[in-house]
Nanobody, 118 residues
């Protein structure tokens, strides 16, 4: 069992900031990546940011320099600091945990809405 609980979403004006949190619990040993995806209306779910057990990170080009992913030392909580938010960042943001398998297994949180609007 893997449970991912997200928090921190909300409504913010352009240029504002939010910090998303994702707390993982359950059988999370041997995961290889935690990260954030988002899905905007009419669009496919896309990777926003991810962090590996080795603390390497990657970001979508659209958020580089504005968003930062980080993790607690316990490696069971991941954060997404979002700065300089733009209306196009509006989406449901999903926490993701990926475990090793013959085919990698993905686990998802319920999603948290981020709305950037004036």
């Amino acid at each position: 069992q893997v449970q991912l609980v997200e928090s921190g979403g909300g409504v913010v004006q352009p240029g504002g900031s939010l910090r998303l949190s994702c707390a993982a619990s359950g059988f999370i040993s041997n995961y290889i990546t935690m990260g954030w995806y988002r899905q905007a209306p009419g669009k496919q779910r896309e990777l926003v940011a991810a962090i590996t057990l080795g603390d390497s990170t990657n970001y979508a080009d659209s958020v580089k320099g504005r968003f930062a992913i980080s993790r607690d030392n316990t490696k069971d909580t991941v954060y997404l600091q979002m700065n300089s938010l733009k209306p196009e960042d509006t989406a449901v943001y999903y926490c993701n945990l990926r475990k090793m398998a013959i085919v990698p297994a993905d686990y998802w949180g319920q999603g948290t809405q981020v709305t950037v609007s004036s």
